[in-house]
């Protein structure tokens, strides 16, 4: 087994980081297994200089060591573009498969765009959102607890039934991120604390952004191609990341 700590450098630790932190330490060093750090600094504009550095102190003056060097998410951009690429070239067909759904109910429609290694006829399994913050907020329905916002499909949509004018707007530069669409099924899995977890991805989840319209790769991305890379088999977390969990899991399954 392989654990991890994953702070993102914004400020100084808080009491839910130390408590994550103890959690993922204790479940990791109980049976002589490793853990790893992780420093999720992916979100430039929310990093903080020198957090990085104060959290490991910490860390080190709470007791709470790590195995091997510290991975920095900042210097692994290359990885991600890879992994989108790697992404980008599966259809919502081979992913509908691997997941074990035949529904078709709610898959995009045929486009190449954004997406040069998708057939003609292939549906992509990531696409292009040219929605703004205020389009999603204007149509969704508020959620419950973890202000996880399911995305409303608009550009699923628009790519369905006016794929021309999505490749317009990628062929006139309009800033968009790029979403990866999630099937019609329901993840299950175990959870320690809080036992069998089910979410439905499409209905919990939605389809959510892999790359941000500046560029940054996504939390969800990122850390499903990290705890992928780095082997880890053992998360200890917040439990308002419940939730993603289920979504990491499709993302890594799509990866694998
Ligand atoms: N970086 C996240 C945080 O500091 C944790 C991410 C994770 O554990 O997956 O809240």
Redesign the pocket.
Known sequence: MTGRF???PSGRMHIG?VYAMLGAWLSARKSGDSIRLRI?DIDEPRVVPGAAETMMRDLEWLGLGWDDEPVFQSSRHALYQEALELLSKLSFDEISDIIGTGSNDSKPCSTTAGNEAATSEATPLIYPCFCSRADIRAASAPQEGDRFTVYPGTCRRLIASEPQRAKQRLANNDRHSMRIATADTTITFHDEVFGTQQYHLAHDIGDIIVRRSDGIYSYQLA?TVDDLDMGITD?V??RD?LRSNALQIYIRKALI
């Open positions: 994953a702070p993102t980081n999720e850390v998360i977390r917040g990341l």
